[in-house]
């Protein structure tokens, strides 16, 4: 079945529910929550573009679901900025600007080594253990060159900090820059290589990068950057925040540098197949 992994989240999803928030699909009821998962997941990878219709007969359909988890989801998703509603149209998905994806970028730039610091100063001993772990995992999975696997265990790392620093609030925030930006610059080619055009002076310029300048090699760049995640923790576990700070704002700047460059390196081979007739496997 097409959807068969979107079904099977939302068999995992458990029984919680909101009140009315919920469908039944094979006896077992779906919370609004997953679906919201759902469709902004299909969002950041591109399967809905900027400017898409989002109708709720459609979309029930296509998640196997009752329109009212749909319509719960698509408030939701509006109010996170990936959804908009126009008149006559209905809901779309939203068409973030070039000034809001710099901004993003920015933010980050900024409540990342916050967040880091919080958690250095508030983290318990069950945060430790998941960071500890996570840490063992990626470095394993990174020094195999098993890339696939890392995405999903960073985005659960940068997660598990932003609980650890105390704050509901700010570990909302972090993780949702977290989901705007993936989604942000996987929607606009254009804007993916006048970003990597930017960070490629950036990475060569930054100091206290070393090696970066020219440097491709994503194998070369997931072992570092899960060796930045193991220092950040050690500092977090000793209560240095000043040092969990510094790290975290070193690690945030290499890795928005980077991402913008592999980004900007995914539209150069794209535009390659395009331009003679072809499209490129996806991996």
């Known amino acids: 079945m097409r959807f068969a992994g979107l079904r099977r989240r939302f068999d995992n999803a458990g029984p919680e529910v909101n009140g009315d928030t919920a469908a039944l699909q094979g006896g077992r009821r779906i919370s609004a929550h997953a679906v919201c998962t759902a469709i902004r997941d299909d969002i950041i990878s591109g399967t809905y573009p900027p400017g898409s219709r989002l109708t709720?007969?459609?979309?029930?359909?296509?998640?196997?679901?009752?329109?009212?988890?749909?319509?719960?989801?698509?408030?939701?998703?509006?109010?996170?900025?990936?959804?908009?509603?126009?008149?006559?149209?209905?809901?779309?998905v939203?068409?973030?600007s070039e000034k809001e994806a710099a901004d993003l970028l920015d933010i980050r730039a900024l409540l990342e080594p916050l967040g880091a610091a919080r958690a250095a100063q508030r983290r318990t001993e069950g945060h430790l253990k998941v960071l500890r772990g996570l840490v063992r995992l990626g470095q394993e999975r990174a020094q195999r060159g098993r890339l696939g696997e890392l995405r999903s265990l960073g985005d659960w790392f940068h997660e598990t900090l932003a609980q650890a620093s105390g704050s509901p609030s700010l570990a909302g925030m972090l993780v949702q820059l977290r989901r705007k930006t993936a989604w942000v610059y996987a929607a606009d080619p254009a804007r993916q290589a006048a970003q990597g055009m930017q960070s490629t002076q950036v990475v060569q310029a930054a100091p206290g990068i070393p090696g970066a300048a020219g440097r491709a090699d994503p194998s070369v760049r997931a072992v570092e950057s899960w060796a930045e995640h193991g220092a950040i923790v050690d500092a977090v576990a000793r209560g240095d925040a000043d040092r969990a700070r510094a790290l975290a704002a070193a690690h945030t700047e290499r890795s928005l540098a980077e991402y913008r460059l592999r980004n900007a390196s995914q539209v150069r081979t794209s535009n390659t197949f395009r331009k003679h007739g072809e499209r490129p496997e996806l991996t």
Request: proline fraction near 5%.
């Open 56 to 92: 709720e007969e459609l979309l029930a359909r296509r998640y196997g679901v009752s329109r009212v988890p749909v319509r719960e989801a698509l408030r939701t998703l509006e109010s996170e900025g990936f959804v908009t509603t126009r008149r006559h149209a209905g809901a779309c």
């Open 94 to 96: 939203a068409q973030p």
